[in-house]
């Protein structure tokens, strides 16, 4: 049953990175307390509320106990079908490694993979029909803009699966994203959650 985001007939997927230790915010960040839930809770909402089949969550620093409370949040959403969770066992090199880990995951296909980040609850869903829009006509990837500023998630089209799998250090996935140029269909929003992250305890007020 579709919920959410309608369904297309394309074959969509998304990564969701919550491999990060959380240095700056004291550790177990994605595990700390937000709204009615934990912090992770928001990006596994907007996931959800996508239009991808799969949703793969990458684990690593509290992998068990992050893991544990993504399959709790997925029961109560009923998605616990669509939720894969694979652990990142070097995490530590950086993002790099937790998207190489979820990239490898990747059913061959899917016409492309949104990147959602599990320190950003506030991801507004309107946007991802939008950035699906974008690659379904021509885009190589898709990311919301929010005053000037690029945001979050980015939608990966197929073509750059290959450097998503390859990713290395704390660059994540700007490698795949050098040189698109106009191939990065850039989507204007007024909704500042596409840019809302949490670093610090004080951020879960904001």
Known sequence: MAT???RNQ???SAIVLAAGAGR???GRKLLAPF???VLLDGALKAAFASPASTIILVTGSEAADVATAARAFAERQGQGG?????HAADHAEGMGASLRAGAALLPADSAGAFVFLGDMPRIPTAVLPRLVEAVETGAAAAAPVCGGRRGHPVLFGAGLFAPLRQASGDEGARAALAGLGPRLALIETDDAGVLFDVDQP???AG
């Open 10 to 12: 394309a074959a969509w």
């Open 202 to 204: 004080g951020d879960l």
């Open 24 to 26: 700056r915010f004291g």
């Open 82 to 86: 669509r939720l894969q969770i694979v």
């Open 35 to 37: 709204e009615d839930g």
């Open 4 to 6: 959410g985001v309608e």
